[in-house]
C-alpha cells in the first residue's frame, strides 16, 4: 500500500522500505528510499509504495500469460479473469452480482490524469465491460507532473487500485477522491484524506471505500509520551462512515510484523502497526501468494505472503492505540488486550502478482506487474460492492459479521466462504512475524474468501 500506506505495492506512509523486486527485462529496480534520495539529494523522503511492489514496468505491449511469467520472470502473474476464477466470483455473475448499482469511493493523493483512458484500455483487453469512473478533486490538487516521483508513485497506486476494485465487481460505480497532498508518515496529508471521504460520506456517496495508505501508528506526533490525539483526531470520517452504513477498508501493509519510522525508510527493529488498519471502525486487509493456472483454477493453497529477501509481507500485529475491540473478544487468545490487523487477506504477493495498464507518463506507459496489500485491498473492495448489492442497501463496518462467520468456522460450518491459511509467519526487516495458524491470527486475519459463498454469508449479516 502506500506508504501513507504504502502497501509494499504502495508506498510511503505505512511503515515499509518499500524495496522494488526484481524484473528479468530490466534488471534490478531500485527500491523507493533510493529513489527518494536521489530525487533529493539527501536523506530518502516517502514515496508510494506502489513504487516498491513492481515486477515489470512498461514493457511489454500487452501482458503475458501465467505461464510466460513463470517461464520468463520465474514469477506468476494474473489478470482480471483469472481473480474472478479463483474467488468464485462466477455463480454471482451468472446472477447478474456484479456489482451494479454499488459505488466503490478510492482514495489518492494527486491521482492519474489517465485513469479513464486506461481503465478502458485494461478492461478492452481483457474482454470485460469497462466503467465510468467520477473524479472528485478535493482541495487544490496540483497539475500532474510526469517527472515528479511522488505524484507517478501515486499515479501508479491510483491505477492499482481502480483496476483492482473494477476486476472484481466489474459493474460498479467508481468514485475516485483525488487530494493535494502527500501522505507521509505521521499526519500529513492524512487532514486532506479524511476530509475528502467525509464529505462523500455526508453526500451519500459511496457504499465502500478503499484506502491503499497508512502510517505506523509509532510515527504520530505524541505517540511516544502516550498521547494519540493526533491520530484519534483523523477518526471523524470513520465515525461518520460507520453512522451512514458505509464500508471502510484499508491495506494492513508490506512490511510484515514491522513498519517504517518516520523517515520512511528505516524499519522498527520491533513489532508495530499502522493506521488506519488498525482502526477498529476500519476493515484491514492482508496479503496472500495465490497460486493459479492460466485459467485462474488454484494449483495449490494460497499461503501468507512473506519474502524477507525481497523486503516484503502482509502486514499484521497489534496495535498500541486501540484496545481490543468486542468483535475480537472470541479472538482474544491471539490478540489479548489489543485490537488485532488485519482481519481478511487478498492476492498481495508481487511474486503471484497482477497486471495493470497506465499511460500518465512516458517512462511509464504501458503493461505493469504488481503486488502488495494495496492490491489486496481494492480486490477486497469489489467482494464487499457485490455483498451490497446482494443486500440491497449497505453492509456498514464489516467486522462483526465477519468475525461471526470465522466463529462459525471454527465451530465446524463449512459455508462461510472463509478459507483458512495455515503455515509460515510475516517476518520481515529481522523482526520474527506472527504465525499463520489455524483460525484468527495476526498474519491474515481469518484467512480468505470464496465469493460465491462468503458474498450470501455476510450479506445476511449485514
Known amino acids: 500500500m502506500r506508504r501513507s ?15 522494488l523486486v526484481t524484473t528479468a527485462v530490466t534488471g534490478a529496480v531500485p527500491g523507493a528510499a533510493t529513489v527518494a ?11 508510494p509504495a506502489a513504487i516498491g511492489h513492481r515486477m515489470v514496468s512498461g514493457q511489454y505491449p500487452s501482458p503475458l500469460s501465467t505461464s510466460q511469467c513463470q517461464t520468463q520472470l520465474k514469477a506468476s502473474c494474473y489478470g482480471p479473469l483469472q481473480l474472478e476464477q479463483a474467488y468464485d466470483e462466477k455463480p454471482l455473475f451468472d446472477r447478474g452480482i456484479n456489482g451494479t448499482g454499488r459505488t466503490i469511493v478510492i482514495v489518492d493523493s494527486f491521482g492519474t490524469p489517465t485513469i479513464q483512458h486506461d481503465l478502458d484500455v485494461y478492461s478492452a483487453h481483457y474482454g470485460i465491460p469497462s466503467a465510468n469512473v467520477q473524479v472528485v478533486k478535493w482541495g487544490t490538487v496540483p497539475p500532474f507532473d510526469p517527472s515528479n516521483s511522488d505524484m507517478t508513485g501515486w499515479a501508479e497506486e491510483t491505477t492499482i487500485d481502480v483496476e483492482m476494485a473494477h476486476a472484481m465487481a466489474p459493474g460498479a460505480k467508481i468514485v475516485l477522491a483525488e487530494t493535494g497532498v502527500s501522505e507521509n508518515e505521521g499526519t500529513t496529508g492524512f487532514p486532506e484524506m479524511m476530509a475528502a471521504e467525509d464529505s462523500l460520506i455526508k453526500q451519500g456517496v459511496g457504499d465502500v471505500i478503499s484506502q491503499s495508505f497508512g502510517a505506523t501508528e509509532n510515527t504520530f506526533p505524541g505517540f511516544d509520551q502516550g498521547d494519540y490525539s493526533s491520530l484519534l483526531n483523523l477518526r471523524y470520517a470513520f465515525k461518520d462512515a460507520q453512522a451512514h452504513g458505509v464500508t471502510v477498508l484499508a491495506a494492513s501493509g508490506d512490511s510484515g510484523s514491522t513498519d517504517d519510522e518516520s523517515d520512511g525508510s528505516t524499519l522498527y527493529p520491533y513489532p508495530v502497526t499502522s493506521w488506519p488498519p488498525s482502526d477498529p471502525l476500519v476493515t484491514g486487509v492482508g496479503g496472500t501468494s495465490v497460486h493459479l493456472d492460466d485459467n485462474g483454477n488454484r494449483v495449490s493453497p494460497d499461503t501468507v505472503w512473506d519474502d524477507p529477501a525481497d523486503g516484503g509481507a502482509s502486514g499484521g500485529g497489534k496495535s498500541k492505540v486501540f484496545s481490543r475491540p468486542l468483535f475480537q473478544t472470541g479472538v482474544s487468545n491471539v490478540v489479548g488486550d489489543s485490537r488485532g490487523v488485519p482481519d481478511i487477506s487478498m492476492l498481495g504477493d508481487p511474486n503471484t502478482g497482477v497486471w495493470t495498464y497506465n499511460s500518465f507518463g512516458p517512462q511509464d506507459d504501458g503493461w505493469e506487474l504488481w503486488g502488495g496489500t494495496s492490491v489486496a485491498t481494492p480486490i477486497f473492495s469489489g467482494v464487499v460492492a457485490l455483498a451490497d448489492q446482494l443486500a440491497g442497501h449497505r453492509l456498514g463496518n464489516l467486522n462483526q459479521g465477519l468475525y461471526a462467520l470465522g466463529a462459525l468456522q471454527q465451530a465446524g460450518f463449512k459455508q462461510t466462504g472463509l478459507t483458512d491459511i495455515v503455515g509460515g509467519s510475516n517476518t520481515n526487516g529481522g523482526v520474527p512475524g506472527w504465525p499463520a495458524t489455524p483460525g484468527y491470527d495476526l498474519a491474515t486475519g481469518w484467512g480468505t474468501v470464496d465469493a460465491a459463498k462468503f458474498v450470501p454469508m455476510i450479506a445476511a449479516l449485514g
Not at 13 to 18: H, I, N, Y
Open 37 to 47: 534520495a536521489a530525487a533529493t539529494g539527501g536523506s530518502p523522503r516517502p514515496v
Open 5 to 19: 500506506t504504502r502497501s509494499r505495492a504502495t508506498a510511503s506512509v505505512l511503515g515499509t522500505t518499500a524495496l
